[in-house]
T-cell receptor, first 113, second 111 residues
Framework: EAQVTQNPRYLITVTGKKLTVTCSQNMNHEYMSWYRQDPGLGLRQIYYSMNVEVTDKGDVPEGYKVSRKEKRNFPLILESPSPNQTSLYFC????????????FGDGTRLSIL | GDSVTQMEGPVTLSEEAFLTINCTYTATGYPSLFWYVQYPGEGLQLLLKATKADDKGSNKGFEATYRKETTSFHLEKGSVQVSDSAVYFCALSDQGGKLIFGQGTELSVKP
């Protein structure tokens, strides 16, 4: 089954404790992206990658890091989480091209205390 | 920069009512347009898309037409069901594949 898998689904942690949210896709897609969803703001892009070892900032990259060492994986790293990063996070993937719909994971709800 | 504006929710309808969710966009170039749906506790799923002016996307009884002259992509359904209750997002995609979302519209359908 074609899917994007995120882990964990839920996480409560404390300020400053490094965490990683994993994302894996099995569709051989070149393009992968991370979004955060906040009430009244829709989804905003954090980082994206157009291929292995190619990553770039989205609209809200501050406080986040990513890596793309393999085509299928695109982890999101919060080196020193803060309460304003409490949010619902989605990973997505697609073939390259602006007319290609993105496939989304089920989301990771992070609470930073 | 590019942007998407959707009508605010929540929208509450009775079963079998007609649905319209308005969406307008601002973009340079020629974006592709999408409607995504998010059911409770789930990720976003593609509902329909249109890639050029006057294209009509349709799926599961939902329709939307890419109107370049009014920069709109309104979502419509003739007869909603309780199972259509969800949050609906309008989005545009630039040539590089970046999605820009509206703020989402929550739809609640009552029996």
């Amino acid at each position: 089954e074609a899917q994007v898998t995120q882990n964990p689904r839920y996480l409560i942690t404390v300020t400053g404790k490094k965490l990683t949210v994993t994302c894996s896709q099995n569709m051989n897609h070149e393009y992968m992206s991370w979004y955060r969803q906040d009430p009244g703001l829709g989804l905003r892009q954090i980082y994206y990658s157009m291929n292995v070892e190619v990553t770039d900032k989205g609209d809200v990259p501050e406080g986040y890091k990513v890596s793309r060492k393999e085509k299928r994986n695109f982890p999101l790293i919060l080196e020193s989480p803060s309460p304003n990063q409490t949010s619902l996070y989605f990973c997505a993937s697609s073939p390259l091209g602006g007319n290609q719909p993105q496939h989304f994971g089920d989301g990771t709800r992070l609470s930073i205390l | 920069g590019d942007s998407v504006t959707q009508m605010e929710g929540p929208v509450t309808l009775s079963e079998e009512a007609f649905l319209t969710i308005n969406c307008t966009y601002t973009a340079t170039g020629y974006p592709s347009l999408f409607w995504y749906v998010q059911y409770p506790g789930e990720g976003l799923q593609l509902l329909l898309k249109a890639t050029k002016a006057d294209d009509k996307g349709s799926n599961k009884g939902f329709e939307a037409t890419y109107r370049k002259e009014t920069t709109s992509f309104h979502l419509e359904k003739g007869s909603v069901q309780v199972s259509d209750s969800a949050v609906y997002f309008c989005a545009l995609s630039d040539q590089g594949g970046k999605l820009i979302f509206g703020q989402g519209t929550e739809l609640s359908v009552k029996p």
